[in-house]
């Protein structure tokens, strides 16, 4: 008798843990899909070998200010960020910078910028046929005050732009200086921003560790981590 009780006990356990196993569990977050690499090589042949050269880099606090982060100083948690992407080529004719209103209207199709984000630029048009002249006397692509709202109300860590996208900070010293104070970095000849949604997507940095006291521009290899 005490054999049929344990094994009708036993047999309803068994049942309860089958059917718990049967429920569907907690939703699971939404992952990543694919992994872009936003680098842009340039391939170098040398007398016994061909490599590839990253034209992709880094501007650090320090090659804006002497005595701010250097490259390889930069704390690694503002090396991983939310990447949002902007299409210069959507502003009205003649506009060669993003202003507070782009601003204001890419936030009310795609929502708030998310805190602490890497803001890249997308140029699809055909501005590669600018010549060096032009890229240097050209303006940075965001006005001073839509840049300094997104490191002050939005906390923005940092600014990526695509190759022959002007990134002339020399031309607007008081924003240069604002951007190496609160820690921002710019990264410039990046590649495939056409491969990225608006949102989204979480950008990995990676400059080289060799860098680490050099306060010059720096190579670097960017990655997109894109839903």
């Not at 006397?137 to 965001?142: G, K, L, N, S």
Request: proline letters at 8%; a neutral charge.
């Amino acid at each position: 008798m005490r054999i049929r009780s344990f094994i009708i006990a036993y047999a309803l356990v068994l049942a309860l843990l089958l059917f718990a196993d049967r429920r569907p569990g907690p939703k699971q977050p939404d992952r990543y899909s694919h992994v872009v690499d936003l680098t842009d090589g340039q391939t170098t042949t040398a007398p016994q070998a061909t490599s590839i050269e990253s034209r992709t880099r880094i501007l650090a606090p320090a090659t804006l200010i002497p005595g701010t982060w250097t490259a390889g100083q930069i704390p690694p948690e503002r090396l991983v960020a939310p990447l949002v992407v902007m299409d210069l080529n959507r502003l009205p004719e003649g506009s060669p910078q993003i202003s507070l209103d782009d601003i204001a209207a890419w936030e009310a199709q795609h929502g708030a910028i998310p805190q602490g984000a890497v803001i890249a630029i997308r140029r699809t048009d055909s501005h590669d046929t600018l010549s060096t002249n032009d890229l240097s006397t050209a303006p940075f692509p965001i006005a001073r005050d839509a840049a300094l709202f997104l490191v002050d109300a939005r906390y923005a860590i940092g600014f990526a732009f695509e190759v022959n996208t002007p990134v002339n900070l020399a031309a607007d010293r008081t924003l240069a200086r604002q951007l190496a104070l609160h820690g921002s970095y710019v990264l410039e000849e990046a590649a495939r921003f056409t491969s990225l949604p608006a949102t989204g997507s979480l950008i990995i940095v990676a400059p080289a560790k060799t860098m680490i006291k050099k306060p010059g521009a720096a190579p670097v290899r960017i990655l997109a981590m894109v839903r």
